[in-house]
């Protein structure tokens, strides 16, 4: 990997180098150390996918009534996604229903949407781990979201375990975690986090090349 310092540093080039530990660690360095929502939220259809892009937000809430206008935010939300969106469906955690399966995915991965963070239950699993479409969420239910938990509203900030995830900012998500990179800071931080990366690998090979891990810490100050 070249340890060059590109002009600019692209999703696609943040893909390839950067993860949620990275990217935490320089949020640290920044004075942002609360942007990684401590929730049971695991990777569901591709577990070695580091998922970057852009918060497209969405509000869900519970309901025990016939839905008057079922699906309809939740539509609009599927359709409002544009290339390298990351769909945010931030349900409080509730388990009442797979609010995410694999007709949604099909519809917003049409739209260019690269992956679904969701704070609660999806479905189809199976079906969307063929599609190799990352999709994030606390665990499977099978029930159909209809008369259960619709959504509220669409691109607002919501909060995921107390974290502000805004429409537009940078978030990323994979085995380790969630993180969302404020857009006043991403530059700086997204910067940070790939000099640390290209850090790492020369630690790394000075370790494995016999270093101790003390003195590979005294000389680059990276561990």
Same mark, same amino acid.
């Given at each position: 990997?070249?340890?060059?310092?590109?002009?600019?540093?692209?999703?696609?080039? !943040? /893909?390839?180098?950067?993860?949620?530990? #990275? @990217?935490?660690? +320089?949020?640290?360095? $920044? =004075?942002?150390?609360?942007?990684?929502?401590?929730?049971?939220?695991?990777?569901?259809?591709?577990?070695?996918?580091?998922?970057?892009?852009?918060?497209?937000?969405?509000?869900?809430?519970?309901?025990?009534?016939?839905?008057?206008?079922?699906?309809?935010?939740?539509?609009?939300?599927?359709?409002?996604?544009?290339?390298?969106?990351?769909?945010?469906?931030?349900?409080?955690?509730? !388990? /009442?229903?797979?609010?995410?399966?694999? #007709? @949604?995915?099909? +519809?917003?991965?049409? $739209? =260019?949407?690269?992956?679904?963070?969701?704070?609660?239950?999806?479905?189809?699993?199976?079906?969307?781990?063929?599609?190799?479409?990352?999709?994030?969420?606390?665990?499977?239910?099978?029930?159909?979201?209809?008369?259960?938990?619709?959504?509220?509203?669409?691109?607002?900030?919501?909060?995921?375990?107390?974290?502000?995830?805004?429409?537009?900012?940078?978030?990323?998500?994979?085995?380790?975690?969630?993180?969302?990179?404020?857009?006043?800071?991403?530059?700086?931080?997204?910067?940070?986090?790939?000099?640390?990366?290209?850090?790492?690998?020369?630690?790394?090979?000075?370790?494995?090349?016999?270093?101790?891990?003390?003195?590979?810490?005294?000389?680059?100050?990276?561990?």
């Amino acid at each position: 990997m070249s340890s060059s310092q590109p002009e600019r540093i692209t999703l696609s080039m !943040m /893909r390839e180098v950067l993860s949620v530990p #990275l @990217l935490c660690d +320089a949020l640290d360095a $920044a =004075g942002y150390p609360n942007q990684s929502p401590r929730l049971p939220i695991f990777p569901l259809t591709m577990p070695q996918t580091t998922l970057i892009g852009r918060c497209r937000t969405s509000l869900w809430a519970d309901m025990a009534h016939t839905d008057p206008r079922p699906y309809e935010l939740e539509l609009q939300a599927v359709d409002s996604c544009s290339p390298d969106d990351v769909l945010i469906c931030a349900a409080g955690g509730s !388990m /009442r229903s797979g609010i995410w399966g694999e #007709l @949604l995915t099909t +519809a917003c991965r049409n $739209a =260019g949407c690269v992956g679904v963070i969701v704070d609660g239950a999806v479905r189809d699993i199976a079906k969307m781990r063929t599609m190799q479409f990352p999709v994030f969420g606390r665990g499977p239910c099978p029930l159909d979201s209809r008369d259960r938990q619709r959504v509220i509203d669409l691109n607002v900030t919501v909060e995921l375990g107390g974290v502000r995830f805004c429409p537009g900012d940078l978030v990323a998500a994979d085995e380790d975690g969630i993180v969302v990179v404020p857009q006043q800071v991403e530059e700086s931080v997204v910067r940070s986090a790939w000099n640390k990366a290209h850090a790492e690998n020369v630690v790394r090979d000075a370790i494995r090349g016999g270093m101790s891990a003390a003195q590979a810490f005294e000389t680059w100050g990276v561990l």
